[in-house]
């Protein structure tokens, strides 16, 4: 290991002592072979978000300490991203003892926490990873003393009131915001809007076969208000790890809370509409029917509380006592057909993505964003064609909802504050 060096700053008769690790400085030309002089720890790495931004900040020459939770082989695709000797795995949980997570980010100057859920499970609760490792976080960083950066990702509904009212995860990321920013005021918020790409929870959440399951209420897929009242800002996931591996970089971004949306704006019904009308895979054919009516659940007819009703029961079995003896309880709750979308996760499709206007986004940054249409076309043509037959996306673009519209019965303009 290279030695330390003890480096003093004199400055308005205050003297600031700290110890410098000698690779901090920057080495080689730029690239994966190279050190830029940022050293990351990134929790959550195997995450669909973690997982990009690892790459993009292994791009840059970033040595990286990657936390993961369960078996090594979840991690080893990820050794190529890097040269030899530029990550460093090591086995960790949240419930971890906090010393030894104080060694994971003892000689970085770059904390990244992409760690989150929308369900509970057998051994972690909504609150604990949400809120309270968060918070933890957010102390051990403030109490290294040594300026470290840290960025915590959050859902962009979660600054809409709103929202936070039909939805118990977005509450709890915007406490744990809170929070992070009153234990440590140099605490990097990235609020984003729904990401699409590559084994992501949107687009293949929306296109899931699932769904079918539902139909039986009348709609596919069942959503509140047929999706006509939801309007969409999809982010592309290589946008977002750029702005993120951007934001660690930028010393001027300490304290800051950045909104992230996409290109474009949509209806979530003419999004859905969209997707179901690719030529290139076999799906069943959309029937946007108001089958559950408004989210908030007033003024709705009689067969919309009976299709409420079954969907509470169809949510319920997710978490619900059993008579089974709990170990095929646990069998029996994690099979696909009852987690492959949770009750919260459902909420949080009917979320309207719109910015504050207070906080810097992709424009601030000068980053270009992708298209939509084009991209999506992209993903899945690269499914079921070849590689050497690419063409561009000609066909009909998704109407555009332009940013003064407001929808006329929107659920969450008449959510109960």
Known sequence: MASKLLIKFEKSRVTSVRCLHQINLAKGSGGRSSYSGLSATVFGATGHIGRVVTNHLAAQGTQLV???RGEEKRVL????????????????????????????????????????????????SLEEVNL????????????????????????????QQRAR???????????????????????????SAPVYGKKDDFVNLLTN????????????????????????????????????????????????????????????????????????????????????????????????????AFMDMYFRRQYR?????????????????????????FNMLHVTDYVSGEHPGFGDLCIELTDFEQKIWELFYSRVANPAEYHHYNNEKIPRVHDNFQVRTSPLMQAVE
């Open 165 to 191: 009212n039909i939805s118990k995860v977005l509450s709890l990321q915007f406490e744990a915001e809170n929070q992070m920013q009153r234990i440590y005021p140099d605490t990097i918020i990235v609020r």
């Open 66 to 68: 990657v936390p993961f």
């Open 209 to 308: 076969e699932k769904w079918k399951d539902l139909a039986v209420l009348g709609a596919l897929p069942c959503l509140h208000g047929a999706g006509y009242d939801t309007i969409v800002q999809p982010v592309f996931i290589s946008d977002l790890a750029k702005a993120c591996a951007m934001i660690a970089n930028e010393d001027a971004s300490r304290g800051q809370i950045f909104e992230f949306v996409g290109k474009d704006r949509f209806r979530l019904s003419d999004t859905i509409e969209f997707l179901y009308d690719l030529p290139l895979l076999s799906k069943p054919s959309v029937c946007l029917h108001d089958a559950l009516g408004p989210i908030h659940r007033r003024n709705s007819s009689l067969t919309q509380r009976a299709a409420q």
């Open 77 to 124: 695709p990820m050794r190529v991203m890097s040269d030899l000797g530029q990550m460093m795995f090591r086995p960790h949980s949240i419930k971890d003892d906090e010393a030894y997570t104080r060694e994971l980010i003892q000689y970085s100057n770059v904390v990244l926490n992409f760690i989150g859920c929308n369900r509970p499970f057998q051994h972690y």
């Open 321 to 345: 006592p059993s008579l089974l003896p709990h170990f095929f309880d646990l069998i029996w709750k994690n099979f696909g057909r009852t987690t492959w979308m949770s009750e919260e996760r």
């Open 132 to 159: 309270e490792w968060p918070m933890r976080l957010a102390q051990m960083v403030k109490e290294k003393g040594d300026g470290t950066k840290l960025i915590h990702i959050t859902n962009l509904g979660c600054h």
